[in-house]
């Protein structure tokens, strides 16, 4: 016996709640069919069918399938097959994921690999990059490292003057000393005469003339667990201890890293392979001034300056179009 609730026929009492939590397609078919089951009904099937966009042929299906499973039987079926005679084998997929995790190739390195492999075995199959891309999404591989690499980037200590990580770089043979704090990206950086363990020392405590909690760097011979001049200077200027990178690790200092390249592109444009030492003092001076004032920082959606003292120099511009010689190119009012 149907009941009308709200204008709409129902086979049962209780379908009316149950299909307050189905899409509006599945509610359109139950009540078509309801229609279609009441002799008084002014619409024929066809009509019916029509009105909820199907086919006679595939509104007779519906109704058989309602008759079977119910209100479940009103919801549109996958169309993906049982079975795919055509996919990778289990065992070559594994091979991809493995390659992928031990070397970090992309798909067309890895199937040349993969496919040199089942050279070599005598096995009549070849993958071609588009197969391993779709085989690294559909395990999960790509989605886990797109995940592990959001995780990582975002980490950072909790205030200025918290961590600041410091290493050595090289442009055009000169030794450069670099340093960053971890929280705000505020970065340093000067020449130096040479690369010792006191000359760095001494570039340390001119780049940082303050006391801060924690200091990051690498394991190079300079920043040693062993060199008595680096120990003695943590002493006097660290709060807290003196952190060392992981081996084989270069994220550990990958704010730092991207600061040096960025250091290095600009003195590339600006002196290509010059080793004249006024102008490289010069123009790091320019470009630090500009990463820490005028330099839209996206991993903190910020200016390091702002985030690390509160305020940042309202005179970045007129300094870089300045210090660059630009005025013919760039006004300065």
Not at 6 to 21: I, P, V
Not at 53 to 80: C, H, M, T, V, W
Not at 140 to 161: M, T, Y
Request: hydrophobic share 35%; net charge positive; with cysteine.
């Amino acid at each position: 016996m149907k009941v009308l609730i709200q204008g709409e026929l129902y086979f049962k009492r209780e379908h009316f709640q149950a299909l307050l939590n189905e899409e509006q397609y599945v509610r359109d078919r139950y009540h078509a069919i309801a229609l279609a089951d009441t002799p008084e009904s002014s619409l024929s099937k066809r009509a019916l069918a029509i009105k909820i966009g199907l086919k006679p042929r595939q509104f007779n299906r519906l109704i058989e399938r309602y008759k079977k499973d119910g209100i479940a039987g009103l919801r549109r079926q996958s169309r993906r097959p049982l079975n795919s005679p055509n996919r990778t084998f289990s065992w070559i997929e594994d091979m991809i994921v493995k390659v992928r995790k031990k070397t970090g190739f992309g798909e067309f390195h890895i199937a040349v690999l993969v496919n040199k492999c089942l050279e070599i075995r005598k096995v009549p199959i070849r993958v071609n990059k588009i197969t391993v891309y779709r085989v690294l999404v559909r395990k999960g591989v790509i989605a886990a490292e797109k995940l592990a690499k959001i995780k990582w980037r975002h980490f950072e200590w909790g205030h200025p003057n918290r961590l600041i990580q410091a290493d050595l770089t090289t442009f055009n043979g000169i030794p450069i000393l670099t340093t960053e704090d971890d929280h705000s990206r505020k970065g340093w950086a000067m020449r130096l005469a040479d690369s010792k363990d006191l000359t760095v020392v001494k570039g340390l405590k001119a780049l940082l003339n303050m006391r801060y909690d924690n200091l990051l760097t690498d394991n190079g011979g300079q920043f040693n667990r062993r060199n008595a001049n680096m120990n003695r200077y943590c002493e006097e200027n660290i709060n807290e201890k003196h952190i060392w990178s992981s081996i084989h690790h270069p994220q550990t200092l990958g704010k730092l890293s991207a600061f040096q390249k960025a250091l290095k592109g600009f003195l590339f444009q600006t002196m290509g392979k010059s080793r004249d030492k006024a102008r490289m003092d010069h123009n790091i001076e320019v470009f630090v001034h500009w990463y820490n004032n005028g330099r839209h920082h996206q991993g903190i959606d910020n200016y390091p300056e702002i985030r690390y003292s509160g305020k940042r120099d309202d005179d970045w511009y007129i300094n870089l179009v300045k210090g660059l010689k630009l005025e013919e190119v760039l006004t300065v009012a």
